[in-house]
């Protein structure tokens, strides 16, 4: 448990201004329904959280398996008291000369390579991923991206276009963008038992960079996430990014990586996701954004002098009324203080190797799961009906997190291209306890899922 929460918490309760089923009835009517809450049919009305628990209306405490966004804990008193300070003295806009942007890019420099050194910041994920399009586009003066099939890196148009896990739902894939075999080594083209799936899924990169070179276009860049989410929690196999890197920039292009999902020490081991992959690996361009800003709006991307030299050179400005503002800033370097003072880098190796364990011994019990993987605090638990076929348990999956929600208070969530990885992303200050919480939790639900016969494959729920 993270030290800094009481034990008063629980009583010490927002005000709630509507009940339940009213604030539900005013969302149906004034927001989007596109905009799709967490357990819709039921949905938890949270008014309150701290550390890696959130607190409903009636005090009930869930325990946070999916908020990745809110990196060292929900309100965590260091961000929140950042924020405060340095509103209560100015927030203006990144165009009046301030300590805070720059105390930040420099801090952030320090954990990244030393050629990735000039930075801009942004409000999310999505706008520094557009914007390194448009950096990758200016500096190579090539058009076309490939990107990894099931890959998401955003809402706007430019990124729909060139997330997989989007635009098959919607308009399509267009001429300019290519998609390449997600290197899941558990049920993908290559596995497991392969002698080196790290190059041969490089060489389908290699293979799709020669079929786009003989139409007669040119790459500007390969787009890729360090470590897979929304694809189902995917690790790499080693060696891939540096011999992709190699065929991209031969081909004139340049790699960029999202750390969006990932980054700032999620990994544990590593600050950023990209370093599994080898110190002999670096991109050209790094995207970040969700645990940057603890929930604060922040994002950035980081890349080289000379591709931001040949993004200057257009001789169009480029601002953001928001981004890196004092403020945000000042936020931004207080995460990296908590990151640094409660050692969550290490929570994230100690807390995660024992998560993986765990579930690991579960396998071993249970046929339906089929495979358990991660690194720190980004696990994925795959459930199948079949160990041979891997056909994806999906309803089961599904039926999974609604007892964990109901019966144990326990947040999570699914992915995958067939929602069947429940995916654990918590808050970094995750606790052993709480590893041990859900693991004893899942087992019960499985084991009387068994008992029962239940096959909910066939509906049978």
Not at 138 to 144: A, I, N
Not at 197 to 223: C, H, M, W
Not at 277 to 300: R, S, W, Y
Not at 326 to 336: F, K, M
Request: aromatic share 8%; charged share 25%; hydrophobic share 40%.
């Amino acid at each position: 448990m993270c030290a800094w929460l009481t034990d008063e918490t629980r009583q010490d309760m927002a005000e709630e201004r509507f009940s339940k089923e009213e604030t539900l009835k005013m969302r149906q009517r004034l927001i989007g329904q596109s905009c799709r809450l967490f357990y819709s049919e039921d949905p938890v009305k949270i008014i309150k959280a701290r550390g890696q628990y959130l607190f409903d209306e009636n005090g009930q405490r869930y325990l946070d398996c999916i908020s990745n966004v809110q990196h060292v804990g929900h309100c965590h008193p260091a961000v929140t008291k950042a924020a405060a300070d340095q509103m209560d003295i100015l927030n203006a806009n990144s165009r009046f000369l301030h300590d805070n942007i720059v105390l930040y890019a420099e801090r952030l420099a320090a954990t990244l390579p030393k050629k990735l050194s000039v930075f801009y910041f942004v409000n999310s994920g999505s706008e520094a991923n557009d914007l390194a399009l448009r950096l990758a586009e200016q500096y190579t003066q090539h058009e076309d991206v490939i990107v990894l099939d099931h890959a998401y890196h955003g809402h706007l148009k430019s990124l729909i276009d060139i997330s997989p896990y989007k635009f098959r739902k919607l308009a399509g894939q267009k001429e300019w963008v290519h998609v390449a075999p997600l290197p899941d080594t558990y049920r993908g083209l290559f596995r497991e038992e392969h002698p080196n799936p790290g190059q041969a899924y490089a060489n389908t990169v290699k293979d799709l960079i020669e079929e786009i070179s003989r139409k007669g276009r040119k790459i500007a860049a390969f787009f890729a996430e360090s470590l897979p989410s929304v694809g189902g929690q995917i690790i790499f196999p080693q060696g891939y990014f540096t011999k992709v890197a190699q065929y991209v920039r031969s081909a004139g292009g340049v790699f960029v990586v999202d750390e969006v999902q990932t980054g700032f020490g999620r990994a544990g081991s590593h600050y950023w996701a990209f370093q599994l992959q080898g110190e002999d690996f670096c991109p050209d361009i790094v995207t970040m954004g969700k645990p940057m800003g603890n929930g604060h709006p922040l994002a950035c991307v980081a890349t080289t002098a000379e591709i931001a030299g040949a993004f200057t050179a257009n001789g169009v400005e480029y601002f953001n009324t928001f981004g890196g503002t004092p403020v945000s800033c000042a936020i931004g370097l207080a995460v990296l203080d908590v990151i640094e003072k409660e050692d969550l880098r290490g929570n994230a190796i100690r807390v995660g190797a024992h998560l993986k364990d765990l579930l690991k011994k579960l396998q071993q019990r249970h046929e339906i799961i089929g495979d358990v993987r991660g690194v720190g605090l980004f696990v994925g638990l795959e459930l199948v009906t079949d160990r041979q076929s891997k056909r994806p348990a999906t309803n089961t999956a599904a039926w999974v997190i609604k007892r964990l929600k109901e019966e144990d208070r326990i947040c999570v969530s699914t992915d995958g291209p067939w929602e069947n990885v429940l995916k654990f992303k918590p808050p970094m200050c995750f606790s052993m306890e709480d590893a041990e919480l859900v693991v004893q939790s899942i087992d019960r639900i499985l084991t009387d899922m068994k008992a029962k016969d239940l096959k909910l494959e066939n509906e049978d729920i």
